[in-house]
């Protein structure tokens, strides 16, 4: 979906209050933080529209992307940390063409 149909789409949900709409399209990579042609996202929409239950479901929901986020860069990191520390040690003799592998940490 491109950006400028995904703001319209967050920012119809918002102002039908389709909650669920609006949960589903954030689970499925939707930018909360997307403007329309006003620079405005649907966070301002809601309060525009004076709907405190909608701007703390916003709120949820950015929290829980934000918490996503950061579990996937942890575990990316991580996965980092783990090759390098599995990383098999290479060595060749010096007269030799045969290359020893160790696998041991």
């Known amino acids: 979906m491109d950006k400028e149909m995904e703001v319209s789409t967050l920012c119809w949900a918002v102002y039908n209050n389709d909650f669920d709409m609006l949960t589903r399209l954030v689970e499925n990579g939707a930018d909360l933080e997307a403007k329309d042609y006003d620079e405005r996202s649907c966070f301002n929409l809601a309060k525009d529209l004076e709907n405190p239950n909608m701007v703390l479901h916003l709120e949820n929901l950015m929290i829980r992307v934000q918490r ?36 041991r940490t």
Do not use: C, G, H, Q
């Open 68 to 103: 996503k986020r950061k579990m996937e860069e942890d575990l990316s990191s991580s996965r980092v940390s783990l090759s390098l520390a599995t990383s098999p040690k290479v060595s060749s003799r010096k007269n030799s063409d045969e290359t020893k592998i160790d696998y």
